[in-house]
């Protein structure tokens, strides 16, 4: 299921702006080749003048005038999978960090990982992905538990795509911001939690809890190494989006501990931006960050993402193409007409919106281009997404 934003009069949620006519373009038949019910959750990350207090507390007054985002919703973008317990947050950023706050509801709160780069997510977590130069590659995932501690690593491609994990859990040295970097001089992340109530963590006494704020600094210069993107300014367009990895427990009647409830052996997992399948390692899939001017000064309405379109056009031919291999002993096409079959919008590489082509080099994979409102986006057969 696609989150459909009515982007013509007012879009849904509090900080996107109404179409510009060059966003809106033509329409071929009942075919919107402006993607507007593709449109994903957009959001203005302000500037800030002093560093944030980095403690986890969602009523420090550092943060009240900062945006929250919308309400977190089941990764599969089912309505009926509607999350149990709320989840938001607030960003902003200075000239060296990220600086993001997660609001967690949570009437059990619990955490087991007591050491860092490890796989955070078999405790509950909140996890950051983003992808500065919205390529879909080299991107930076983060995971924090309730104990503040922080798994950092790197995706050179997406795990579909034939991609790996850079991490110093998996290499020695691996890619890692929470120490002095040896591939570059980048600060460090710093990460902090608070609980609600205090020292209600692991202690069934004190249920029902209200929850936890988890609080991470991330250096710019390590989300954007190696990557095509440069330090952000105001305006610029990066793709982010969270996620957040609900266990459900029970309370051991000996020890009175928590332990996971074996009659729900998967978490759930609820994000900003829907992907519509369980799986976050889709980048193309995410929400849209825009930087913006400094809290009190900036609204929080955020610019349409005008090479949307485009790039959609371009991950239509990934898909349609991936689909026509399965169906084909993994061989590729050129064909425009067969591949619209294949499409995962109905009506997109049919519609006539803007030029569509696609070559197969000599070593393999494809390569797909599209044209439309001012905007060449190429896509290859590992997902990378780049505008000419």
């Not at 332990?259 to 980048?283: C, F, L, R, S, T």
Request: glycine residues 8%; negative net charge.
């Amino acid at each position: 299921m696609t989150r459909i934003l009515l982007l013509l009069a007012c879009l849904c949620g509090p900080y996107a702006k109404a179409l510009s006519p060059a966003f809106v373009g033509t329409s071929k038949g009942a075919f919107d080749c402006s993607f507007k019910a593709s449109y994903p959750r957009s959001y203005k990350v302000l500037k800030t003048d002093k560093p944030a207090p980095g403690t986890g507390d969602y009523n420090d007054e550092f943060w009240a005038q900062v945006p929250w985002t919308e309400d977190f919703v089941d990764i599969t973008g089912n309505a009926s999978l509607t999350p149990r317990f709320k989840t938001a947050v607030k960003i902003v950023y200075d000239d060296e960090y990220l600086y993001f706050l997660g609001k967690l509801e949570e009437p059990q709160v619990w955490a087991t990982l007591t050491t860092d780069n490890c796989v955070i997510f078999n405790d509950n977590d909140f996890e950051i992905f983003i992808n500065p130069d919205a390529t879909t590659h080299n991107y930076k995932e983060i995971e924090l538990n309730a104990f503040a501690h922080v798994w950092d690593l790197a995706l050179n491609v997406p795990y579909g795509d034939g991609g790996y994990e850079n991490s110093t859990r998996v290499m020695d040295p691996g890619f890692d911001m929470l120490q002095p970097s040896t591939v570059a001089t980048w600060p460090t992340v710093k990460s902090g939690v608070t609980v609600f109530p205090e020292s209600c963590i692991n202690d069934p006494s004190t249920a029902p809890n209200e929850g936890w704020g988890v609080e991470v600094r991330l250096p710019l210069e390590g989300i954007i190494y190696n990557t095509t993107s440069s330090m952000p300014e105001q305006g610029d367009f990066w793709r982010l989006d969270f996620s957040r990895v609900e266990w459900r427990v029970l309370v051991n009647e000996t020890s009175g501990e928590y332990y996971k409830d074996p009659a729900y052996p998967n978490e759930d997992n609820w994000v900003w931006q829907e992907i519509g399948v369980v799986a976050m390692h889709n980048p193309d899939k995410w929400g849209i960050i825009q930087f913006g001017g400094i809290i009190g000064e900036d609204d929080n309405s955020v610019d349409l993402y005008e090479e949307w379109p485009a790039r959609q056009m371009a991950m239509m031919i990934y898909y349609a193409e991936h689909s026509f291999a399965g169906a084909n002993n993994g061989t590729y096409t050129t064909d425009i007409q067969e591949l619209t079959k294949y499409s995962p919008i109905e009506g997109a590489l049919s519609s006539g919106c803007g030029d569509i082509s696609v070559t197969l080099p000599k070593g393999g994979g494809f390569v797909g281009e599209t044209t439309y409102g001012g905007f060449t986006a190429l896509v290859r057969e590992d997902r990378q997404l780049t505008l000419k």
